[in-house]
């Protein structure tokens, strides 16, 4: 992307780059080659895209994908917007393929308008507000939140290496066994009876072999993993929507809104309440 429109970069745990600019009357052209996989995060003012020495109209609520080799032009006329970037870094890309010994350079989404489906949209804008302050998520839930994107785009969207995706995910030997059990952490953010037990079975891996992986892979227990999601997702909410602190604690499985707050202010040392009035 272009100096000269005063770009400005943010680097998240060597997960995701969150790349960020405010058009102000801004009537040319912006130059992109990232590595990794670019998502412009909806809605962008976005006239038409350049690539492939192809130009395409894009609907500014759709999902469009790039990935960092191919490079492509963005063209805008007279936009006022900030415009949002979600890069998910190459290496972390490349890791989650390993079992297809796929590399991150390797896939390419041609035409780069993928899908206008809602719930990929949401995962996007989600992650991007995660990565910001005064949110500014843990490692663990970016990662989470990263690799579901991951997952569901890879296997679901169509690109260069779409069918051996969907092949070896309905075989079931992708994704392979971490990401696997974080897919299942996030699919039950929400679930107040979820347990080890549960967690294995969807995982299809021993309790055992479980912990002993997840430990090795993220760095703590599938517990603390997922606690902390849930105060991350909360402060999100206690920022972004008009719920109240009480639905708030039952949307993400909390048995009861005591239990809530003590979790929040253990991790934040204030409660839920506090919280959202600072950021008044």
Request: hydrophobic share 35%; aromatic share 8%; with cysteine.
């Amino acid at each position: 992307m272009a100096e000269a429109l005063h770009l400005k970069k943010t680097s998240k745990h060597g997960i995701i780059d969150l790349w960020e600019v405010q058009l102000k009357n801004y009537t040319g052209e912006l130059r992109c080659s990232l590595p990794g996989l670019e998502f412009l995060v909806p809605p962008y003012s976005v006239n038409q895209i350049r690539q492939n020495k192809k130009s395409y109209k894009v609907n500014p609520n759709s999902v469009v994908v790039f990935n960092g080799p191919e490079g492509h032009t963005e063209e805008f006329i007279n936009s006022n917007a900030s415009l949002k970037a979600v890069v998910i870094g190459a290496d972390y890309i490349s890791d989650l393929c390993e079992p297809l010994n796929i590399k991150s350079e390797e896939i390419e989404f041609n035409p780069c308008e993928v899908s206008c489906e809602p719930g990929l949209t949401h995962k996007i804008k989600l992650l991007a507000d995660l990565s910001e302050p005064p949110v500014e998520a843990t490692k663990f839930s970016l990662d989470c939140f990263t690799s579901d994107l991951l997952i569901t785009t890879l296997t679901q969207q169509k690109h260069s290496k779409s069918e051996l995706f969907t092949k070896e995910s309905n075989a079931g030997y992708f994704p392979a066994a971490l990401p696997r059990i974080k897919k299942v952490l996030h699919k039950n953010i929400e679930n107040p009876a979820f347990d080890l037990d549960e967690l294995a079975k969807d995982s299809g891996i021993s309790k055992f072999h479980l912990i002993r992986v997840f430990k090795k892979g993220a760095g703590t227990s599938p517990a603390k993993y997922l606690s902390q999601i849930k105060i991350d997702l909360a402060k999100h909410w206690l920022l972004k929507s008009e719920k109240s602190v009480l639905s708030i604690a039952m949307d993400l499985g909390f048995s009861d809104l005591s239990t809530f707050n003590k979790a929040f202010k253990k991790v934040l040392g204030i409660s839920p309440t506090a919280y959202k009035r600072s950021l008044r």
